[in-house]
């Protein structure tokens, strides 16, 4: 994981600088003449996280994922299927959990909540 990193000298913040005849790169105070090589060739690392309902239409292989339980206690409205992965996640604007549901037939995928 990258970090702001600053500089030894006078404490201003160090920005990354490519060095391109030793081919590495380095830490650079715009303030001193103060550099470092970097110990990690990561400058920026950008994570992404989606709300409940993003991530429901992000993930349109949810119902083949191994790692999520399944259930044949409910029927699918839709296609009368008899089995359901389910997870619980938090409904945008609501405070509690809320367990979702996704058919299993692979020509369906409806997805439900309780």
């Keep these: 994981m990258s970090t702001m990193k600053f500089c ?3 404490n201003n913040i160090l920005y ?3 060095d391109r005849e030793q081919k590495i790169l380095l830490y650079a105070c715009r303030n001193c003449d103060h550099q470092e090589i970097a110990d990690n060739n990561c400058v920026y690392r950008n994570e992404v996280h989606h709300s409940v309902g993003e991530r429901t239409q992000v993930l349109q292989d949810v119902a083949a994922d191994p790692t999520l339980p399944r259930t044949k206690a409910v ?5 009368n299927h008899g089995e359901a992965v389910f997870f619980q996640a938090t409904a ?3 405070e ?4 979702f549901f996704v058919c299993c037939n692979p020509n ?3 997805r439900w909540r309780d």
Excluded at 75 to 79: F, I, K, M
Excluded at 96 to 99: F, K, N, P, V
Aim: aromatic content about 4%.
């Design 8 to 10: 030894r000298e006078c």
């Design 16 to 18: 990354p600088k490519e």
């Design 75 to 79: 029927r699918c409205v839709q296609c």
């Design 92 to 94: 945008r604007g609501e």
């Design 96 to 99: 509690g959990m809320t367990l």
């Design 108 to 110: 369906c995928g409806y």
